[in-house]
């Protein structure tokens, strides 16, 4: 994974040299002596998924040796690839100098790619770079972030898995009065398992209807829609499912 320091990346791996009782000393300032007590290692969760999954992590940094921490970055990692994934993270009690047990909470999302490094390459000497797809197991890890200097917690395995797939039990339909200036609504139809969230695209004909108007649940039809015929695509999406679309039955528009 790339790490910033001082505004440049920087390569690590697992299992480096620089790892003090689990705790990978990444940037100046921070020696072994101050490693102690260490971060905990991430809890994740799920623990599998497909590629599009957003990982919940959760964990505590551990004493600040330097009055606080002052921030958190999760990141993934990849064997044999790196990658500059970070996802949004933000601590419990970040205000709290020398505190503890510093909690973070946080979040990051698996990638369909990753910049891999040739086989035999190493950190400090990297071989070519080529984007493959992600699968099989990755890790998640966390900085813990003082000043210039971090600490990177152990990893936690999560295993990529193949997307499962919504299935459609009952396909979207339209309602409402099929004339200019009036609105149509489009129901959203029966899935299993239940989405968690859903989008909505209009179509004319065979082109879609541009701008928002175009991709929210109700529609209010236009001049331009006269004797044409409307339908609308659902795509349910739920973590840890690949997105499942499905278009409506036309109504046709009278002139």
């Known amino acids: 994974m790339r790490i910033a320091r001082n505004g440049t990346a920087r390569r690590i791996g697992l299992g480096s040299a620089a790892v003090v009782s689990g705790i990978a ?3 100046g300032g921070l020696g072994a002596a101050n490693a102690a007590p260490g971060p905990s290692t991430p809890a994740i969760s799920p623990g599998s998924g497909p590629v599009g999954t957003t990982i919940k992590v ?4 551990g004493e600040s040796p330097g009055g606080g921490w ?4 999760i990141s993934l990692y990849f064997p044999d690839a790196f990658v500059s994934a970070h996802g949004p993270s933000t601590f419990a009690d970040s205000s709290t100098a020398a505190a503890a047990d510093d909690s973070y909470s946080g979040s990051i999302k698996v990638p369909a790619t990753a910049t891999y490094v040739k086989a035999g390459s190493s950190p400090t000497n990297p071989g070519p770079e080529v984007t493959k797809p992600v699968g099989g197991k990755i890790y998640v ?8 200097g971090a600490v990177t917690t152990e990893a936690t395995p999560f295993t990529v898995g193949a997307s499962k797939a919504i299935s459609v039990k009952a396909k979207p339909a339209i309602s409402g009065t099929p004339k200019v200036g009036k609105k149509l609504k489009a129901s959203k139809g029966t899935w299993s398992p239940k989405p968690t969230s859903y989008a909505y695209q209009w179509l004319r004909g065979s082109k879609t209807i541009a701008g928002k108007k175009g991709t929210k649940r109700a529609y209010k039809v236009v001049t331009a829609d006269k004797g ?5 695509k659902v795509t349910a999406k739920r973590s840890g499912y690949a997105p499942a679309t499905v278009t ?3 109504v046709k528009i009278k002139k």
């Open 58 to 61: 959760t964990g505590t940094c």
């Open 70 to 73: 002052t921030n958190v970055k």
């Open 25 to 27: 000393l990444v940037a």
């Open 228 to 232: 044409k015929k409307l339908r609308v």
């Open 248 to 250: 409506s039955k036309a």
């Open 141 to 148: 890890q966390v900085q813990c972030w003082l000043g210039l």
